[in-house]
């Protein structure tokens, strides 16, 4: 699982082992707060 810092949100984006992305995380918890958008990928 990759994360990434997203300031315009206030949290961080979570990617699993593949790149694809799973969604937003709340920084201080790690729970996911928001759904995956389709199709957004990451080159890992």
Not at 6 to 34: C, E, F, Q, R
Request: hydrophobic letters at 30%; zero cysteines; a positive charge.
């Amino acid at each position: 699982m990759t994360q990434n810092p997203n300031n315009t949100h206030n949290g961080t984006d979570v990617y699993d082992s593949n790149g694809i992305h799973l969604g937003s995380a709340a920084p201080g918890t790690g729970v996911l707060y928001k759904a995956a958008v389709n199709g957004r990928k990451i080159t890992i």
